[in-house]
């Protein structure tokens, strides 16, 4: 498939009082046409960031990007300013937030909210852009969709006001959506209706999706590829089933770990990773997991691990990737 999306090398960092923290370190991945990614990390991997990044919606100051590329059909996105950005963002490239009582705007209808990008991307007069709009409540499974154009956000359940930021996203016949976290508020049930239905969609019209998640289980059943990060940098990357069948780093395997799963004891406990995750302004030579990992050797206090080999297309940063496949083995 072609690579729709190609970032390399990408290096963000924030000035803070503590000192300049790279909150992306080094991130290179690609996203190919209608295909779905999955960036998966804990709270402060720099997933979110790297996101943002991609759509130019890093504040600056304090955000800062050091270095990298960031290619969308081979434009490098970050050599872009102006109106010629603002096409791109929200027309080929569309975002659904974290979390939809803050995204969207509390004192706008949401006829107002999903025709407003069409008037400025597609072209559309009203008319024309309230009927695309209606077409696309009723795509993402809201009813009565004529009238919930001129209901206000606080009408709306939390499952519907997520599925209203999946139509404005769609609303410009995007080639990319970024989801970041768009099931976090959600309820279990409302979580699978939303994901299915944003896996359907994209499958439908052909849109590549970055999905970003701490949920493990989210990326088993809709990613394809998955790109773990820690500490702002990728330390695996593969097909999910060969993240999955084969984990290949440590701190993969402490994710893996720590989610229920049906095929064990129900009795058995949980196994949290130990330790916090690092303070990224305060970062060693050496591996950033090293200080809560049992597998930890004197190089990997010292040597920064790059992304080696597993197998063709899986790659992890990792020292002591023999040692730990023996344990899992055993």
């Avoid at 992306?24 to 990390?41: F, K, L």
């Avoid at 804990?42 to 996101?51: D, F, L």
């Avoid at 949980?270 to 970062?283: F, T």
């Amino acid at each position: 498939m072609d690579k729709l999306l190609e970032i390399k090398n990408l290096v963000v960092e924030f000035q803070t009082p503590a000192g300049s923290v790279q909150a992306v370190n080094g991130v290179s991945y690609s996203v190919s046409s209608g295909e779905i990614v999955a960036v998966v990390g804990e709270s402060g991997s720099g997933k979110s960031v790297g996101a943002l990044t991609i759509l130019g919606l890093v504040p600056t100051p304090p955000g800062r990007i050091v270095n990298g590329e960031i290619l969308f059909e081979g434009q490098d996105l970050l050599k872009l300013e102006g109106q010629v950005i603002r096409n791109i963002r929200g027309g080929d490239i569309a975002m659904v937030f974290q979390e939809p009582m803050s995204s969207l705007n509390p004192v706008l209808s949401i006829g107002r909210q999903l025709t407003e990008g069409m008037k400025l991307h597609l072209g559309l007069d009203k008319r024309g852009a309230e009927r695309r709009a209606i077409e696309l409540l009723a795509l993402v499974g809201i009813s009565d969709p004529a009238d919930r154009l001129k209901q206000y956000p606080h009408q709306l359940s939390g499952g519907m006001r997520q599925r209203v930021m999946i139509a404005i996203a769609l609303s410009c016949k995007p080639k990319l959506i970024i989801a970041d976290e768009p099931t976090t508020a959600l309820d279990v049930t409302i979580q699978a209706q939303v994901l299915s239905l944003m896996e359907d969609l994209c499958k439908q019209m052909d849109v590549a999706l970055i999905l970003i998640t701490h949920n493990l289980g989210v990326v088993a059943r809709f990613a394809e590829r998955v790109n773990v990060m820690y500490a702002g940098s990728i330390v695996e990357t593969g097909t999910a089933q060969d993240v999955y069948a084969n984990p290949s780093h440590p701190y993969t395997i402490g994710l893996l770990n720590s989610v229920p799963r049906l095929d064990q004891d129900r009795d058995k406990p949980l196994e949290p990773i130990p330790g916090n995750p690092p303070d990224l302004a305060a970062l060693g030579d050496g591996c950033a997991f090293e200080p809560r990992c049992r597998f930890a050797t004197e190089r990997c206090r010292t040597e920064q691990p790059s992304l080696s080999a597993v197998s063709d297309g899986h790659r992890s940063a990792c020292w002591e990737i023999d040692t730990l496949h023996e344990e899992n083995a055993a």
